[in-house]
């Protein structure tokens, strides 16, 4: 009998010790599973994302202040990735009689009508537009002439850098562009793409906003067309994402009280966030920016974050929520 119940005990314990176990297991999973911000170490600007069948690829700018060329990383869970590299561009490939100093900046990745990928880049402070069969490339310059899409010197007053491509749901491409100098007098440029995803079909229009300074991306919802952009100076906390709406891609668009959804917070945890993109995923909205490091540096140091986009019945964009959030599709934690 005693040896009974000392055999039912060990297997009590054994049974309890098991389960035990597999909570610490499926905890650590569920951990290891959530999103933090930032999204990946070291330190990266200006993100672009594009989706392949089921893995999602996230180019930036290397900080400090661009390299010369672009970073690239691959995900399917945005808490694994693994860095590639890019053939193209690259400060050597893209630079011109009209070019400046600036190093690589900014990208922005599509998936044209036709399958093929197309990239739109500020090089030496110029657009340049490439083309490639996958996400991975290999890139080339989608002009024969190997010149930039947009010269330096064209649109006097526009500092041409920071491209974001849009296309409409009747697959029209629109490209747009433009931040100001000295951290003032920014400039949005539209123009309407040809299928060739890089002539210009008709002649670019300014569309700024009152507080728009650069970064522009375009997003639509529900027939809207949210004007997307960053305000401020992008080496302090005034450093912020703003919105203005439209009933057309080209404008005009209209700011409101809901202008700024992400803002330097009261903690400094979220330090100058700006230059952002969205994607959609499983019927949920999502931003993906950088903020800055706060440190007494001559130079920024960026990170890239990742977090929901939410809007209220009215449709505005609401204020979001750095929380961080679960695996795509499953809300803010």
Not at 19 to 47: E, R
Request: net charge positive.
């Amino acid at each position: 009998m005693m040896n009974q119940l000392r055999a039912s005990g060990i297997k009590i314990a054994l049974s309890l010790l098991f389960t035990c176990s597999m909570l610490l297991q499926s905890s650590a999973q569920q951990t290891k599973k959530t999103i933090s911000n930032p999204i990946l170490p070291g330190y990266y600007a200006d993100p672009a994302i594009v989706k392949d069948k089921d893995t999602w690829y996230i180019y930036a700018t290397i900080d400090p202040w661009g390299k010369e060329e672009l970073a690239v990383f691959e995900t399917k869970d945005f808490i694994s990735f693994e860095q590639k590299h890019l053939n193209w561009p690259t400060k050597k490939d893209c630079t011109s009689p009209t070019s400046k100093n600036s190093m690589v900046w900014a990208p922005s990745v599509v998936k044209g009508r036709d399958n093929k990928f197309y990239m739109y880049v500020a090089v030496g402070s110029e657009v340049w537009a490439g083309v490639g069969e996958t996400p991975l490339g290999p890139w080339k310059n989608i002009k024969a002439d190997q010149s930039p899409l947009i010269k330096g010197d064209e649109y006097p007053g526009v500092h041409n850098i920071d491209p974001d491509c849009f296309i409409d749901e009747d697959g029209q491409a629109y490209l747009y562009w433009g931040s100001g100098f000295h951290w003032i007098n920014g400039h949005c440029m539209v123009v309407k793409l040809k299928k060739d995803m890089h002539s210009f079909d008709g002649k670019p229009v300014e569309v700024t906003t009152p507080h728009f300074f650069e970064g522009a991306h375009m997003l639509k919802r529900n027939r809207k067309y949210y004007l997307m952009f960053s305000e401020g100076k992008a080496i302090d906390p005034t450093y912020q994402v703003g919105y203005a709406v439209g009933s057309s891609p080209m404008g005009p668009f209209k700011e409101d009280a809901h202008r700024v959804i992400l803002n330097t917070s009261a903690d400094s945890v979220v330090y100058g966030p700006g230059h952002h993109t969205t994607f959609r995923e499983k019927n949920q909205d999502y931003i993906l920016y950088h903020r800055i490091l706060p440190q007494d540096k001559a130079y920024v140091l960026r990170q890239l974050c990742l977090d929901s986009l939410n809007f209220d019945k009215k449709g505005n964009i609401l204020k979001v929520s750095t929380k961080g959030i679960r695996p795509l599709g499953q809300g803010t934690k």
